[in-house]
């Protein structure tokens, strides 16, 4: 008998079979759309990984950039003193009240990470070759900076990511760091010292340390390439230059040397544009330069520095008060001296004037120069100019009375045309004369003769030779012991133009302090009989000065206690003679003694020593003297004294804080050339220069970059025995100071992590320029190379986009390095507007 | 008996229904899978073309006549600008032994044959001769030389970066803030401020079914999006379903003063 199933178990049957089919059709779409969206959420999350990677880049640039432009741009309209190094800004601030000059460091990197918990190495091994580094090419080297966290409301954190917030995870984190190029050798610049173009044109820096083997084949390969086959366009493309292994690896081991771009603001301490050491406005390239066409403006712009007692390095202290303390109207002295040098060096000789140079004259009216002849006050002026000077004045008189009554007296002016003067010799018989006694001679300006030189009329360069000539006076007239004398180029002009006149006081008649006392000898002969020789062999006493350059004021001129040196070296002449070593001190050799070979002129433009008829360097304003009528009529000035380019003196004194070589941030030379924009980018901008401040923030510990220091003194000529470029850019970077017996370095900021201030204060540094007067030769030869900041900068930059997890732990969804170049370009003046560019960009992940 | 004859037919039939259904979600996800991975394949395309782009360099000098330089739909690239190509320099080079910079260029080549197609190209050669640069060097020999893409070249395919791109649009913003197909920096003496792109990619089966291209509609740069747009549409019905459109738009990182 067969059972039938109960129709209630059919109906649960079926519902069951159809429950599953749905259940499986609902299953099978539901894996289908969600497997749909897990695929194009995760291409979008992909794709929004690399982009939201790519904009932590973007936020490490902009930090970099806000950083500097913080840093170096116009603050409530003044800029802060500024310098940079690989790493960091850093500002200068002088403390008035302390007379301490302050260093402020401004990260340009996202700081130093102690372990990579908490940062990352940008300069971690290239995946494709890891023998290699991202950025200096050596893996050992490491950069380890910190991660900066970044929320999903654009806060940031540096300690750490944080916890998780569910409405404002972590999104993602970056790191950077920042080089500056102008700490950087430049391929497109830098070649090896040659005579071919001026010592400031960046080509001088000589690529040989480039080479292991110590050769200039590299170099000179370089040099090729770019000429031949283009500019190089970016660091590693100097690559192209190789011609064989070994020099690729040279390359390559120089790296983190080498850029293909730099350039340096042309501005001073003070953010203004320097002053260009040339006559031309189209020279200058429009900056300030010394306009012979405006004299007295010039003459302004030069004593306003000098004047001025903000320096950084030395608030409260002035040039005024140093060399001219008391007498703040002569510091004009200073300024035409600089005037007047860089007006002869570009000065030619012509047929009528044998290359010496008419000075200038004027005198202070308030603060005002005025450019006039006169000579008539206690402040008269007078250039130092390219020519003779007076250095000996002597008389004699008959002693027999002429039948007429009158007696004769015999004059002798000694001429004396310095060493260093720049010229190579004079014809006297081309030059007239002027010797006013007490009103009583003659004062007319008469023709120099060959009868009245003696021995004779050729004056070569340091000798002496006397001018005489004899005049009768009534018995009643004879002069009583007061003399001016001017010494005036013959035929010049119709009115000859004196190049020499002592003293530049007027004669007034019962004053003897302004002019020159002069010392009568009375001779056993008439006149005659009596020969200039004769006459000179009876002379007992002359009055004479020690520096020939120093002659301007009555009370330079001294009274010989007996005899005389007529026709050779002075009897006072204290060269050779130990120097006041006391500040401001005098020139001195490497024993301590008064030296003159910093009494130095430019040839004639166009001649010998002066081809180029310009200034060649900067320091060559050491040769600028700074002891001439420094002080009131009644006082002499200082002899043998110019700038001192040197460290100071132990002995002198610790108030005076202001070196001498700080005036050389006021200047700049000519460009090299300036239709070469790799020279000249921009107005007030130079390229190829070398940034003193190479220390490697904050990785100093472990990296050093010396090989530009070393290439800039490398093949230097005149240098004094011993000179080691290795050492001496050591000295530099490790900012070890000078420890002479005539030199004391001394560095102005004494923090542990310190920067150079301006460039000439690589003069503080051992066996730099602390071997007296001669060595600053070495300077004249790298000065000009140097600068203590850039304007080219590189950010290394590394973005990470993260996903925060609940438990506060991050995960890492994509990444993204890239290292970008930048440049700062300074518009128009006071204050000048500063911008930033991107001049190339180059990913790094890969 | 019946009953259960009935019901195993259904169930049967409710099987082979679900197994059809099984199955074709599973299609349709390996489609989908496909999809994605050209999907991602072409937006990675797209990145690394928009970040080339974005890294080209001028002249260190300014002087755009002498040195790196852009160059849009150049006359001697016009087999294979499909409506446009680019060629400029990068710091790129893969291997920069002896320069990082490169010449880079990107555009859309039609390979013929028993199977034709078209393919995007990407091209790379360090410069290692700037000199190189001068006159009208970017030609189809260059081109050929180092992205011929196809198997017999050294390496293989050499120069082929993805499969089954149809065209390439570019057009460069001038300094002007003007739009242009055609663009020479050696000419307009700077690089264009910025670079915009868009190409056309199908899927391998709908691109099988394409022996011709419409006519490339690149006439107003002002309206690329629509020219696009319409040679999209121009294309055959099964062409047109698996077309997709990657546009991206770059600012050049290198500004010029």
Redesign the interface.
Known sequence: MMTHLPPRV?AR??AL?ISL?LV??AT??L??TF??VR??S??MR??AD?VSAALMVNEAENAAIATLRAQTTDVGGTTPVWVSRPGEIVILEADPGTGVMTASPSALHSGLATNYDEGINLNAARL?TPGLSLISGDPAQEFPVRWIYVRQDGSRSISGPGPYIASNPVIGRFAYWTDDESTKLNT?LASFRNTNTVPSDPRQISLRPLSSSDDLLLAQAIEQTRA???????P??T??A?QNAQQ?ADLEAARFSLT??NHSPESTFFNEPKIVLTTKAAVANGRPYINLDDIPGTVALINRYLTRTDWPIAPGKSYQGKFYAGNPDRITQLSLNIIEYVRASETPATALDMGITVPIRGTMSGSTFVVNGTTGSANSFRGMNRGPRLTELAMWRAGTLNPDGTRTFRIFLEVHLPANIGLASIDLTRLSRYTDVNSSMNPARTPVTAANCFPDAILPAGEYRLITWTQNLPANTWPTGEARLRLAIFNQQAQPAAIDLAPLESLPVGSPTTSIPIPITTGTTGATTATAAQAIAEITRSVEVDDPLLNGRSTDWVVSASGHTLAGANSIRTVGQPAVTSSPEQDMDKQGNITDVGMVHPAPAGTVGNLAGAVQSIAELGHIHTGIQVAAASQPGTPWRTLRLQPRHPNAVTSDTLPDWAILDVFALPSANLSD??INP?PGSSGGKINLNSRIQPFAATLTRSLPLEALLTDLTNLPTGFDPNLIAGNIIDRVPSNESIAQGRFFDTSPEAVFSHPAEVIEAAGMADRGESSEQVLKQVIDHLRVKGSVFTIYSVGQALVQEPDGGIVVRGEDRRM?MLER?ETGTAPAVVTF???????LN? | MLELLVAMAILGILGLLLSGLIDGMFRGAGVASSNADRTERAGMIASRMARDLKSMIAPLTGNMTNGPQFLLSPGGLSAVSRPQSVIFQAPLARDDSVTDIATVAYFARWLPGVLPRSVLCRLEVPLVDPSFLAGSWADMAFVDAFAPAVSTANPPFLGLLEENVLALWIRAVAADGSLTYSYDSRLQGRLPTAVDFAFVVVDAQAAANLSTLPPFNAVNPVNMEEEVQAFVNALPETTRRGARVFRASVSMAVRQP
């Open positions: 059919h049957g079926s079979l089919v499986a059709i099978v779409v894996v289908a497997t749909r695929v194009s995760g291409i992909s794709v690399g494709s497109n031949t086959g283009g500019i190089f366009q970016t590693l493309d690559r192209r190789s690729a293909h771009t924009p790799l921009f970008t370009r560019r991107t001049i190339l960009s180059k990913p890969r």
